[in-house]
DNA sequence: GTGAAGGGCCAC
DNA sequence: AAACGTGGCCCTTCAC
């Protein structure tokens, strides 16, 4: 296939090309660079396409002119990128955003993303695959060959066929656009993939930002856990080998602690009954009678600390930059919430000696606000039931509020007991729990733990009402919708049981976990443009939680504008629940300022 | 040697 | 009557 293509090489040039794409309302874009990642390489074709024309924009040939000139002559194609009033067709626009962003030092605005496009109509159908090429045969049954992606694009004169890639990845763009536009309409996605779109620029100027790592800190709490494990390890392996004693004349025998298997031989060699799952739940009530179990768990802590936040973190760092720039994948999960990796940075654990390591820079504060019991707003706004809404209306401890409405207590009278029942059950109420899950975690007996549901149910008549009728609608109907209208499909085999009420929790959970993410995507949109001129920085999301970067005298202000982006998010989709958002200032991802340095080391 | 699957555990 | 939803990362085990 031949593929027509310009070769932007001089101002001039770009200042006509521009000219003629900005008649167009929709227009292809791609870029190719010597690297994947934005800090390391370089950002070396831009490609725009439009009904009429593929204009390739090699941006080696600018640098040459010097700053100041190269600034001016690609002011144009700065003033296309960041118009939102100018469509921009891209498949992962997050990748060539952070390019345009670090190297041409402009947002990327008015977005259509094909990638996103690609996951919304999927609808949660795991089999679908959403690269560019995937998208391609999928919509339009064009065959892509994306063979000279990984080409040489640091070279001095790119090759014929290099162009000629360039040119078709951007042109295929228009005609992608047209038939996913069309699904999304079909679907009544259109608002979903404008919320997504629209969050797109502030999550590559987050991934761009990164959050601040104390490596000394960090070393630090490492070097704690190092021991602690070794201590374990050593105390543990003694501990186990004593039981076999005569399977090693030299010393004790070593095995895996790693290792399940191992492990179980061992302790089944020491006599003790071993549970059929080696979880750590299941373990702790052996832990009294079996010290050698407390000291297992007391190792596996330690491993884990070690191995997930370990060493490996660090590594992570950027040098040029000395902070941590995860990856944020927007649609992570089917629900619409983000997932986070190199590294996760939602799975810190929350011991304040973990948290105390991510700082602001001297000089800098961090804004650290998060929503209060959002999901349980949404199952509220949701089901309409007025009691439940009233536990949020009152202003009081909600658990509490909800004891006291389920036992008939004041609520001053609400005993801790009480308070632990309902909190758990208001918790597990958002996946779809059962007594007997429900029993397990209070400790209650089968019986017990099925009145108390039952009085919760009898109490939140609404509610129930709402679980069951919704249910039966997402079983009919296999579908669930978020606020927003992100779709899922259910897919299950209806002549099993647990099929189908595993369908039912799973889809009443992802519509309130989705529109929880709904909610968080919206503020962060309107986060991003309100604190556009000024040094707050975003630099980490948790699910219903954000934090900001900012010079500590502008601390107050963002404090503020961060809390009414998320309440006016909030509120543009719950309509009877209040909104509740925690905020606080601080110099690291704790809650409180830390008085004295820690010098325990794990406990135990 | 490499990769998938499964167990376990961190977060919300 | 009802066995709690979403991720990522590390390790071992096992098949190729």
Known sequence: M????????????????????RRSNRIGFDTETTELDPHKGELRLVQFSDARNNYLIDLRKFAAGGETATAESLAPLRELLSDASVMKIAHNAKFDAKWVRH?????????FDTYLASLIIAAGDTDRRHSLADAAQYFCGIELDKSMQVSDWSAAELSRSQLEYAARDAAIMRQLCEQMTERLANDALERTAALEFECLMPITQMELNGFHLDTGRWREKLERVRAAQEKAADELQNMLSSGVAQASLFGRSEINLDSNQQVTDALLGLGIPVPASMQAWQLQPLAEQYPVIGKLLEYRAAAKSMTSFGENILEFIEPSTGRIHADFRQIGAPTGRFS??????QQIPHERDYRRCFTAEPGNKLVIADYSQIELRILAEFSGDERFIDAFVSGQDFHAATASQVFGVRPEDVTDDQRTFAKRLNFGIVYGIGASRFGLMTGLSQSDAENTMRRYFGTFRRLDEYLRSEGKRLIEERTARTASGRLLRLRFDENL????????????????????????????????????????????????????????????????????????????????????????????????????????????
């Open 2 to 21: 031949e593929v027509f293509f310009q070769l932007i090489e001089d101002a001039d040039a770009l200042k006509a090309a521009v000219g003629e794409l």
């Open 103 to 111: 190297h041409l030092g402009c947002e990327l605005n008015g977005i």
């Open 340 to 345: 986070c990796s190199n590294p996760n940075l």
């Open 497 to 604: 049981r647990e099929a189908v009420s595993s369908a039912k929790r799973y889809g009443l959970n992802m519509q309130i976990q989705g529109t929880s993410a709904d909610i968080l995507k919206r503020a962060l949109r309107l986060l991003h443009d309100s604190i556009a001129r000024t040094s707050a920085r975003l630099v980490n999301i948790v699910h219903d939680e954000v934090i900001l970067e900012c010079a500590a005298g502008d601390a107050d202000q963002a404090a503020k504008t961060l809390e009414e982006a998320m309440t006016a998010a909030a509120l543009e989709y719950l309509a009877r629940v209040p909104v509740k958002v925690d905020s606080h200032i601080a110099d690291d991802w704790t809650k409180e300022p830390v008085r004295t340095q820690a010098q325990s080391g794990l406990g135990g």
